[in-house]
């Protein structure tokens, strides 16, 4: 039985995952405001303070790094959804750890997602390269040929750094 | 109309600049025509910098902990802004350990000389690279291709080239003012894009103490804070700049900013090269460390 829920789980912060590049996107105009932000908690900025005053910005004057210039991660054409926009403050999820809620990193949407999940589990398959900014607790991590991969139920991810936030690609089974 | 109002605009962006340039070659001198811009340039606070900048070029060995706040602008306008502590310790020209101490994505950057790790200790993941000679050749190829910011780059910057004071439209002394209970004088800074403030403590060691930048092209005005602690006489061992992986410690990819996107992407789909021992971009030179493990 608990074995079970565990699945159950499991099947549902996968499928949390997968939907998140979606989720990003209508997220756009609303920021974080409407789901607890814990753990992977964010917003999408269109302008962040600079840290330098001797470091020149990209693109001259305006400078509007979160937003649009160099750290836009565009996966659009790849995973069909139009633009995945950095979360701002994007928080690590400890994949090794079991299940703990306060490191959810997935689901500020989590009751959507879950709701969501039941019916449409089998239609809601993570597309091959998509990135999404945080995984389930719950993956398991392997080395595969000198590479990092987690596994998160039938849903493969590579690891990356991009800048200093770790990103998820969606891998076919390594 | 409104063609003409630009016009004069521009006319008067371009005299101010003029004034400006003036104010920044001619020290103190008031300009008759434009006197109220040129006096916005205090030489006093010009020569502070970079007596501070030369100063900061002589020290060869330094710690230096701050609290970080900055902000971020939400997409309705809203603010968002974080704290962090970070602890630097720079041996130049080419030692530097970056500890940054954050609830959601704490980080350690490590430099030894020969290669650059970054290292997440709640995930577990690493990345090395290899890395340029010196301090300040790493901090530019961190920002060029791997979008990485070095936290407190200016403290490497001011009295270089690099930072350069003809660039500021204003400058000011504010006066004395204290941070945590060490004396300062305060000045007040403009350049394109930016107003910033920064706190140099007064006598024989003109250390920055704390730094504000306010962003100036977004009208929410995003603000970074920071406020140092210097420690000028750190015991460290050169063991403390080289990464040695811990047993958990998992291997990934640090992407170049511009492999970004969907030329790389578009490989992803093929299953070989998924395969590819630690899928690394072809034209990165290897780790040696990867080899080790």
């Known amino acids: 039985m608990r074995k079970l829920l565990a699945q159950g789980v499991l099947v549902a912060l996968a499928i949390c995952a997968a939907i998140e590049p979606a989720l990003a996107q209508r997220r756009g105009g609303g920021g974080f405001r409407g789901g607890g932000a814990r753990g992977g908690g964010g917003g999408f900025a269109r302008a962040s303070a600079r840290p330098s005053v001797t470091m020149r910005p990209a693109g001259g004057a305006n400078f509007n790094r979160a937003s649009y210039n160099r750290t836009t991660v565009n996966r659009g054409a790849v995973s069909g959804a139009a633009v995945v926009r950095r979360p701002v403050r994007t928080g690590d999820v400890n994949i090794d750890r079991d299940w703990d809620d306060r490191y959810s990193g997935c689901c500020y949407y989590r009751p959507v997602a879950r709701a969501a999940a039941v019916g449409a589990a089998a239609a809601t398959a993570a597309a091959v390269g998509s990135a999404v900014y945080s995984v389930p607790s719950s993956c398991v991590s392997t080395e595969v040929n000198g590479a990092t991969y987690l596994q998160c139920g039938s849903t493969w991810y590579r690891p990356e750094f991009n800048g200093t936030t770790t990103t998820y690609i969606v891998v076919s089974q390594p | 109309m409104k063609r003409m109002r630009s016009v004069l605009g521009a006319t008067v962006i371009a005299t101010m600049a003029g004034a400006a340039a003036m104010g920044t070659a001619g020290a103190q001198k008031t300009d008759s025509s434009s006197g109220r811009v040129a006096a916005?340039?205090?030489?006093?606070?010009?020569?502070?910098?970079?007596?501070?900048?030369?100063?900061?070029?002589?020290?060869?060995?330094?710690?230096?902990?701050?609290?970080?706040?900055?902000?971020?602008?939400?997409?309705?306008?809203?603010?968002?802004?974080?704290?962090?502590?970070?602890?630097?310790?720079?041996?130049?020209?080419?030692?530097?350990?970056?500890?940054?101490?954050?609830?959601?994505?704490?980080?350690?950057?490590?430099?030894?000389?020969?290669?650059?790790?970054?290292?997440?200790?709640?995930?577990?993941?690493?990345?090395?690279?290899?890395?340029?000679?010196?301090?300040?050749?790493?901090?530019?190829?961190?920002?060029?291709?791997?979008?990485?910011?070095?936290?407190?780059?200016?403290?490497?910057?001011?009295?270089?080239?690099?930072?350069?004071?003809?660039?500021?439209?204003?400058?000011?002394?504010?006066?004395?003012?204290?941070?945590?209970?060490?004396?300062?004088?305060?000045?007040?800074?403009?350049?394109?894009?930016?107003?910033?403030?920064?706190?140099?403590?007064?006598?024989?060691?003109?250390?920055?103490?704390?730094l504000v930048i306010t962003t100036t092209t977004d009208e929410a005005r995003p603000q970074h804070e920071s406020v140092y602690t210097w420690n000028l006489a750190p015991s460290v061992s050169d063991d403390a700049f080289a990464f040695t992986a811990p047993p958990d410690a998992k291997k990934i990819n640090l992407v170049e900013a511009q492999a970004k996107g969907l030329a790389k992407l578009e490989k992803q789909p093929e299953k070989p090269a998924e395969k590819q021992p630690a899928a690394k971009p072809p034209q990165e030179p290897r780790n040696p460390r990867s080899e080790d493990r």
């Open chain 2, 40 to 210: 916005k340039i205090d030489q006093d606070a010009i020569n502070a910098l970079e007596k501070m900048g030369t100063y900061l070029r002589t020290l060869k060995t330094f710690q230096v902990n701050a609290t970080v706040s900055t902000e971020d602008v939400l997409d309705d306008g809203q603010k968002v802004q974080s704290t962090k502590r970070v602890d630097l310790v720079a041996q130049r020209p080419n030692r530097m350990r970056v500890e940054i101490s954050d609830e959601r994505q704490p980080r350690t950057f490590y430099y030894d000389g020969k290669s650059f790790t970054l290292w997440a200790p709640t995930t577990r993941f690493y990345a090395t690279v290899d890395a340029p000679p010196t301090i300040n050749e790493l901090v530019n190829q961190l920002d060029e291709k791997y979008d990485i910011d070095v936290p407190f780059v200016d403290l490497f910057r001011w009295g270089t080239p690099e930072s350069d004071v003809h660039e500021l439209t204003s400058a000011m002394d504010m006066g004395p003012s204290a941070i945590d209970g060490v004396t300062c004088e305060q000045y007040l800074f403009r350049q394109d894009g930016l107003d910033w403030q920064i706190w140099i403590q007064n006598g024989e060691f003109p250390l920055p103490r704390k």
